[in-house]
């Protein structure tokens, strides 16, 4: 059976010969154009006078549009309706794009989009979140408010408090491949967009209201991503929009590359936050009751901010049961990009959230950390003990009203703390700080329990088509995009085992909408899950019809043929799968199917914040020793060793460099990766010079992951888990070994920010000190 | 815009053209040779996607002129599949799954060749320092670091 098996990237033959094909190497007619978009130099105020005679002089400009010149508003936005492709007169952010060049080429569009004489008025942005707060500048009309049982009661009847704030930064996606998109006119005003992104539905969509075409009228085409991270769920929209636009217009084709200060400039980042807490607890550092306060800086659009605000909120707990809690969600517009998706969604603020409680609680009872943690854990899933009919089994609620039933991070963090010797070395960690007075240890083991599932309830669905050929060669297309997280590779598999072939004997084919309409962006770790059930449905179609067929030939029962080893087995018949396929075809049996599939169980209503946004949970463990320099700041990782849940892997290999990846991404995000805007609202880190993402020598030097080997206890495909997003949050272990080593340098609370450049852990150091 | 007729010999052939000054190598690559293998990342020396070869030596595509490579030989990641030069290497990379969005692949290839074919010792942390030029997003490095160490233990050669 091809499920579970280690199997390489379906393209990773292409990749290493230079093959593989993206969107900017796709062969294009030569009478294409290519784009450039002039952006706004300003954050906030009126443009007065756009002089863009340069601009339509320059060296093989070809046209030149403003928002006046566009068939309609051409809006971008995945929401709210509220993102025109070109601003008008009224400027919301710096880099927003103000007019759009077409050339003969990509450097002589940018080259002339320099040109433009812009005038501007001026006037006072809202940059920061105190900015947001003092004008009352949000999205939605005030704050969301979550709670469960009396949380002010609670912390005012404990034993011990305590309080603080962490201020949290985004972070740019930095995919290799940067934003991307082409259209090409078809007959009759059809429009073929190829576009480097993880919704083609969307882009469809979008292109089809910018242009005044119904979706049938428009077709997209997505093969692979050179990465996506979230950055390519609506960021895309601009630039395919645009293309379609000088496309229809001009009746050439267009390709529009955002360079890579661009992509930083126009495009959103993650979430920036500031989390306030407060928190009551016992003496073992149980907490009694929590109020938490998140408040993240959305930028100029709503995009998706109200569900990564709403994520946050659900991760607020992270792995602890809070017997009484308030959560209060600031959702605040300023004039800065605006804020997307990014793997974790809001999930990985809020969970930094309540683990700087953890470890806050843990500093003031003088208590390790992990002891705290454990003590707060959600009681462990068990089979449920049933006597004379009643359940003895005590229910353990979220926040928002979800029993946790397969709680398994007590088995996990046991194991875990087991491998990498923790106690142990904790007590090293402790010895070595007492001789070392510059260079301190740190270490710190965080878990991670992340809902799997949209929280848009009707995103949890997806279509797929499979064909099986007369030959016994089978093609296969679904909804999901691939952005190397090798979701292609785990479908195909899922085929394969389903007809009982080789892998090699299913065709893997771009997304298309065109093949499959109506789909949801890859996004929420839910690409395999939803796929692979609905391809799985649709294969399960055609076995059935083929079995059907064979059986009734020979006076067989359809349900004892057996697909396996790339036979039909139908009794004491044995066919190869491509003559049982051409006795189908003979036999005149429908080989085509489409495949549907919807997540089970979900009942969410997000204005109160109540019911089963999820359908289960994957759970992690990381630890993590680093060493710091406490007069310069500067630190390293020493050894990270990981424990990770993706219940019945589809495939281990795929699912192990997830895992190593997306640590990587999540300590970036909580280490280097620092975005700074000035005061008047300029990114200043806007390409890699200025913004440091993890290099090669960056990553631990001992790296130990290991897969926690467990069947998903919902009925998910092939019991497997979801991968994408749950493993960025091991990076929490970093950042609070990082604290732990502060902590070593005096008695204070380190009260660390993040991301934890050398300048904050020195801050940190001085605090600690007194 | 001056331009320059210059002529550089991408993997064996040798191409004449008529460039603008501006031009950049691996800009050179992918529109005048068609080979689309080397990748534009940053576009400004740091990431490392636009590795290829420039008389034997890795050089960033995007911080060389075309005009500067101008009677040079260039091998880039499809020219070396085609010769079979650091088959070994590619193969790791299949195996260990060293790429997932496969967009550094061919910069990182460039760098690890150098690295396995100037003698470099299996040692991760030389590897490491090594490769830090090249940014992967995706794989975290650790199969990177893995496939390089593989093709080293187990014999001779790239
Ligand atoms: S594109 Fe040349 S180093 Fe990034
Ligand atoms: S595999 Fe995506 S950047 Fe390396």
């Not at chain 1, 004039?335 to 959230?353: E, H």
């Not at chain 1, 019809?545 to 029962?557: G, N, T, V």
Request: aromatic content about 6%; proline content about 4%; charged content about 20%.
């Amino acid at each position: 059976m091809s499920v579970a098996k280690p199997l390489p990237h379906d393209a990773a033959r292409l990749h290493v010969t230079g093959a593989a094909r993206y969107v900017d190497d796709i062969p294009l007619p030569a009478n294409t154009l290519h784009l450039a978009f002039g952006l706004s130099q300003i954050a906030a105020g009126t443009v007065t006078a756009l002089d863009l005679n340069a601009v339509r002089r320059a060296p093989g400009v070809q046209g030149v549009w403003t928002a006046a010149d566009l068939p309609s508003d051409c809006d971008c936005s995945p929401s709210a309706h509220d993102e025109p492709l070109l601003a008008g007169d009224t400027i919301l952010y710096l880099g927003q794009p103000l007019f759009l060049v077409a050339a003969t080429c990509h450097l002589a569009a940018r080259h002339a989009a320099a040109r433009a004489l812009v005038t501007y008025e001026e006037t006072d942005a809202i940059l920061t979140i105190d900015d947001a707060l003092a004008a009352e500048s949000r999205f939605e009309d005030g704050p969301v408010v979550w709670s469960r049982g009396d949380a002010e009661a609670a912390i005012a009847d404990a034993p011990h408090r305590v309080n603080g704030v962490i201020e949290m930064g985004g972070q740019e996606h930095f995919y290799l491949e940067g934003q991307t998109a082409a259209a090409l006119p078809q007959e009759g005003g059809d429009m073929l967009v190829h576009a480097s992104t993880q919704h083609p539905t969307e882009i469809q969509h979008k292109v089809a209201d910018a242009l005044g075409l119904p979706m049938h009228a428009v077709r997209v085409e997505t093969r692979r991503m050179g990465g996506g991270f979230g950055g390519k769920e609506s960021q895309g929209n601009a630039l395919a929009i645009a293309c379609a636009v000088v496309a229809q217009a001009t009746g050439r084709p267009a390709k529009m590359r955002y360079d890579r200060d661009d992509d930083f400039l126009i495009t959103g980042k993650r979430h920036d936050f500031r989390i306030a807490y407060r928190a009551g607890f016992d003496d073992a550092g149980r907490v009694l009751g929590v109020d938490i306060v998140q408040m993240a800086r959305c930028g100029w659009a709503q995009d998706l901010s109200l569900p990564v605000c709403d994520r946050a909120m659900l991760h607020a707990d992270n792995a602890y049961h809070l017997p009484a809690v308030r959560l209060e969600s600031h959702r605040l517009r300023t004039n800065t990009q605006s804020a997307t998706a990014f793997r974790g969604f809001g999930g990985p603020q809020g969970m930094l959230g309540i683990e700087r409680v953890m470890d806050h609680i843990a500093h003031s009872l003088g208590r390790d950390p992990l002891e705290v943690r454990r003590a707060n854990y959600y009681a462990a899933a068990r089979v449920e003990r049933v006597e004379g009919g009643i359940s003895t089994k005590k229910k353990q609620l979220t926040p928002y009203g979800m029993e946790v039933s397969d709680f398994i991070l007590h088995e996990m963090t046991e194991a875990l703390a087991d491998r990498c010797d923790y106690a142990a070395r904790r007590a090293r960690v402790a010895e070595w700080n007492a001789a070392h007075p510059v260079l301190k240890r740190g270490i710190a083991l965080t878990p991670v329990k992340f809902g799997i599932s949209f929280t848009l309830t009707h995103l949890n669905q997806a279509g797929a088509l499979v064909h099986v050929y007369q030959d016994g060669s089978i093609a296969m297309n679904h909804g999901g995009t691939e952005m190397g997280q090798g979701l292609f590779q785990k479908v195909a598999q899922v085929a394969a085992a389903s007809f009982g072939v080789e892998i090699g004997v299913v065709k893997i084919t771009a997304t298309d909408t065109a093949k499959v309409p109506n789909t949801s962006a890859t996004a929420a770790s839910s690409g395999s899950d939803l796929n692979g059930m609905a391809v799985k449905a649709a294969c399960d179609t055609i076995r059935a019809r083929m079995a059907a067929h064979l059986a009734a030939e020979r006076q067989a029962d359809p349900g004892a043929v057996q697909f396996e080893d790339g036979r039909v087995v139908i009794g004491s018949d044995v066919l190869s799968f491509a003559e049982a396929a051409q006795a189908c075809y003979q036999g005149r049996v429908s080989l085509s199917a489409t495949g549907f599939y919807k997540t089970p169980k979900l009942s969410w209503d997000r204005k109160r914040g109540a019911g089963r946004p999820f359908l289960y949970f994957a759970y992690g463990a990381a630890c993590s020793e680093v060493v710091l320099d406490t007069l310069t700041g500067e630190n390293r990782i020493l050894a990270t060793h990981i424990l990770h849940d993706c219940g019945r892997s589809l495939n281990p290999a795929l699912d192990m460099g997830q895992i190593e990846g997306g640590f990587v991404q999540g300590a970036g995000w909580l280490t280097t990766e620092e975005l700074v805007w000035d005061a008047r609202g300029r990114l200043r880190t806007h390409a890699p010079s200025t913004y440091k993402i993890p290099a090669c020598s960056d990553r631990p030097q001992v790296f130990d992951v290991m897969l926690w080997d467990a069947e998903n206890r919902e009925e998910t495909i092939y019991r497997s888990k979801a991968v994408g997003e749950p493993p960025f949050m091991l990076g929490m272990s970093v950042f609070h070994a990082l604290s732990d080593a502060v902590a070593a340098c005096g008695p204070g609370y380190p009260a660390l920010d993040a991301p934890a450049t050398p300048e904050r852990l020195l801050a940190a150091v001085r605090r600690v000190r007194g | 815009m001056t331009t320059h007729d210059i002529t550089i010999t991408i993997n064996g052939e040798a191409i004449t053209a008529t460039v603008p000054a501006r031009r950049n190598l691996v800009d050179f690559i992918r529109q005048e040779a068609g080979l689309t293998g080397s990748h534009v990342g940053c576009e400004h020396g740091v990431c490392g996607a636009c590795t290829v070869e420039v008389n034997g030596t890795p050089v960033r595509g995007c911080l060389m002129l075309a005009v500067q490579a101008d009677g040079a030989h260039v091998t880039t990641v499809e020219g070396l599949a085609d010769t079979g030069r650091g088959h070994r290497l590619r193969a790791a990379f299949q195996t260990h799954n060293a790429l997932q969005c496969g967009f550094c692949t061919p910069g990182m290839l460039a760098s690890a060749l150098e690295y396995v074919e100037g003698g470099g010792t299996a040692d991760r942390t030389a590897i490491r320092e090594h490769i830090s030029g090249n940014y992967c997003r995706c794989t975290g490095y650790q199969a990177i670091v893995d496939a390089i160490v593989e093709v080293i233990e187990t014999g001779e050669g790239a």
